[in-house]
């Protein structure tokens, strides 16, 4: 699949991506992306942001594939049940939180915790960093073996983000373009 046959949907998650983070470059950078809006970005609403996530996917005139960072990667999770069926045909999931940092995050929804172990309706990588200060590379690994998700072992990559060095990640966006080739 190329990028010109699907909406390819950027789903951040807390505090939404700032300017500098590759998912705001990608979403520059890639015709067919837009940014999954959500109304409060610092206040994780399991509700508000599935809701705005399910009427995205539902607006889409393509095949949707997702492309998520952090808090993002569960919530797609979440909404997964709520999607439309054969919609979305992949999901790109990079840097998963543990539960654990998501009850730290202020205004964070407990009902966002625990995170659906139910195997993904459509193909899925999951990239995890062995250094991510946000959730340790044993739980992200299960993580994706609950998913159905493919590991992809990131090394020492800290959270993929611009702070741990990660604002255009070329070798993000390879992979990103070896999984739509798949499909």
Not at 13 to 28: F, K, L, N, V
Not at 43 to 50: G, P, Q, S
Not at 135 to 157: F, K, R
Request: glycine share 6%.
């Amino acid at each position: 699949m190329r990028t010109s046959d699907c909406d390819i949907l950027i789903v951040p998650g807390w505090s939404g991506s700032g300017p500098d983070h590759w998912q705001t470059r990608w979403e520059q950078k890639l015709s067919t992306a837009r940014r999954v809006e959500q109304d409060d970005w610092y206040r994780i609403d399991l509700a508000a942001w599935t809701a705005r996530l399910v009427a995205e996917v539902d607006a889409s005139r393509r095949p949707v594939i997702l492309v998520a960072h952090s808090a993002g990667v569960p919530l797609i999770a979440h909404a997964a049940p709520k999607l439309p069926q054969g919609k979305v045909r992949a999901a790109f999931l990079v840097a998963t939180p543990s539960e654990r940092a998501v009850r730290a995050i202020p205004d964070a929804d407990p009902a966002f915790t625990p995170f659906p172990r139910e195997p993904l309706p459509f193909p899925s990588v999951l990239v995890a960093s062995r250094t991510d200060q946000y959730c340790p590379y044993d739980e992200a690994a299960d993580l994706a073996l609950a998913w159905g998700s493919a590991l992809v072992d990131a090394g020492d990559s800290g959270h993929l983000n611009a702070a741990s060095g990660h604002g255009p990640w070329p070798e993000g966006l390879m992979r990103f373009a070896g999984m739509l080739k798949r499909l």
